[in-house]
């Protein structure tokens, strides 16, 4: 399974931002997508996964101001952050993991301005 994060970038606090990532080989395989953040000098963090099943699970920090979504047909992921804060900063990591497998993608920066 391969991952392409993309949507990254500078926003100034208070605004939005969507991430995509598109999902390629054996998607067949896959139960669980979402992503993770690795902020500044810290260890990665959850920020939310969606089951097949639509199951979801968040992260503390952003919980409340997030929507993830999938669009099948395209193979991909959509996270939307909604009231972006400094503490947002961070590299944001598309990940996937199924029945024995764990994969992540190259990560896109996201930096808040304050």
């Known amino acids: 399974v391969q991952l392409q994060a993309s949507g990254g970038g500078l926003v100034q606090a208070g605004g939005s931002l969507r991430l995509s990532c598109t999902v390629s080989?054996?998607?067949?395989?896959?139960?669980?997508v979402g992503w993770y953040r690795q902020p500044p000098e810290k260890q990665r963090e959850l920020v939310v996964t969606i089951t097949n099943g639509g199951r979801t699970n968040y992260g503390d920090s952003v919980k409340g101001r997030l929507t993830i979504s999938r669009d099948n047909a395209r193979n991909t992921v959509y996270l939307q952050v909604d009231g972006l804060k400094p503490d947002d900063t961070g590299v944001y990591f598309c990940?996937?993991?199924?029945?024995?497998?764990?994969?992540w993608g190259q990560g896109t920066l996201v930096t808040v301005s304050s």
């Open positions: 080989g054996r998607i067949f395989s896959i139960n669980t």
């Open positions: 990940h996937a993991s199924g029945r024995g497998f764990v994969s």
